[in-house]
Antibody, heavy 120, light 106 residues
Framework: EVQLVESGGGLVQPGRSLRLSCTASGFKFDLYAMSWFRQAPGKGLEWVGF??????????QYAASVTGRFTISRDDSKSIAYLQLDSLKTDDTAVYYC???????????WGQGTLVTVSS | DIQMTQSPSSLSASVGDRVTITCRASQGIRNDLAWYQQKPGKAPKRLIYASSSLQSGVPSRFSGSGSGTEFTLTISSLQPEDFATYYCLKYNNYVTFGGGTKVEIK
């Protein structure tokens, strides 16, 4: 059974950093791209970015709103994808979801989400 | 960047109604379009991928169509568990969501 579990969310001050983790199980992690999405309170879904699998070059793409501040990485040996959030703003407050794929395949499996609150 | 315009933003319907939701792309996206259902406090659930392929386990009352710039999600006979928010998503090389459609009980 495919499972994705996010962790690492919490309350953080503006300008600070946070790293989210997405622990995967039930599939061969290194074969798939991994994506991150977010949803601000009461708002729609927003794509954050994805990281291709190494067989597709291992490159990342990001939404314009987070380019230069957020970085996606992966540890295929541990089946974990990471989202590094730097220079956080209050507008980054959201539930953050990881999902499998998003590159050549529409994201199919999603985690339950982790809440990031940016506030002083 | 490709923009996805989803309409309507909300609708009221009764159980048994036929419901259609539309997404328009600002330029052609072949069939790189998926539809998701989201209920409050839950992660999105994929219903349709590649414009018209039904996700395994999703009831056949859900269907998708379209190619290029115009896409539709149809629920042939709305059921109580279908009241939710629906999103289209353009994928492949860059990802963009439509703004969502909230389907409410009439």
């Amino acid at each position: 059974e495919v499972q994705l579990v996010e962790s690492g969310g919490g309350l953080v001050q503006p300008g600070r950093s946070l790293r989210l983790s997405c622990t995967a199980s039930g599939f061969k992690f290194d074969l798939y791209a991994m994506s991150w999405f977010r949803q601000a309170p009461g708002k729609g879904l927003e794509w954050v970015g994805f990281l291709r699998s190494k067989i597709y070059g291992g490159t990342a793409q990001y939404a314009a709103s987070v380019t230069g501040r957020f970085t996606i990485s992966r540890d295929d040996s541990k089946s974990i994808a990471y989202l590094q959030l730097d220079s956080l703003k209050t507008d980054d407050t959201a539930v953050y979801y990881c999902a499998r794929e998003g590159n050549t395949i529409a994201p199919d499996y999603w985690g339950q989400g982790t809440l990031v609150t940016v506030s002083s | 960047d490709i923009q996805m315009t989803q309409s309507p933003s909300s609708l009221s319907a009764s159980v048994g109604d036929r419901v259609t939701i539309t997404c328009r792309a600002s330029q052609g996206i072949r069939n790189d379009l998926a539809w998701y259902q989201q209920k409050p406090g839950k992660a999105p659930k994929r219903l349709i991928y590649a414009s018209s392929s039904l996700q395994s386990g999703v009831p056949s009352r859900f269907s998708g169509s379209g190619s290029g710039t115009e896409f539709t999600l149809t629920i042939s006979s709305l059921q109580p568990e279908d009241f939710a928010t629906y999103y289209c998503l353009k994928y492949n090389n860059y990802v963009t969501f439509g703004g969502g459609t909230k389907v409410e009980i009439k």
